[in-house]
């Protein structure tokens, strides 16, 4: 039961990571001046990155759960390839969002290293890579419920 609601969660953030990639933030571009689409654009990636802490967290106590359960039937360690893969897309969170935004409004006002387009891109590839840690627990869970 706990391993169904695990890929439950999993697969309720990979939804809104797909959402926001393929569907919201194109939809936005399309339609609106680019200043206006890139504010409604940053505050939905605002919204997603909170809802990420909350369900890595999640995910991380469900997964140490399991795998302590493992432990003691002697099938595993606390270190499961799971709670790898939530580690890593909490990761690309807190990398991809909360310190990248930050640079990324210094790049827009001129200051900083690196320019807003390159900021973009790395924050773009995190959330990319986000994407697939989810679609690989996901997967995992899948095999397993």
Do not use: D
Request: hydrophobic share 60%.
């Amino acid at each position: 039961m706990l391993s169904r609601f695990r890929t439950v969660l999993a697969a309720l953030w990979l939804g809104l990571v797909v959402t926001l990639a393929a569907v919201a933030a194109p939809v936005l571009f399309a339609g609106l001046e680019r200043v206006e689409a890139g504010r409604l654009a940053g505050n939905m990636f605002r919204i997603e990155a909170y809802a990420a802490l909350g369900l890595a967290a999640a995910l991380f106590l469900i997964e140490r759960r399991l795998a302590s359960l493992r432990m003691r039937a002697g099938q595993g360690s606390m270190l499961s390839m799971n709670l790898l893969l939530v580690l890593g897309a909490l990761f690309c969170t807190v990398l991809g969002y909360f310190a990248l935004q930050p640079m990324m409004e210094a790049a827009r006002a001129g200051q900083g290293r690196l320019s807003f387009g390159a900021l973009h891109g790395i924050s773009s590839v995190m959330f990319v890579l986000k994407g697939l840690l989810l679609l690989a627990l996901v997967w995992r869970g899948a095999g397993t419920t």
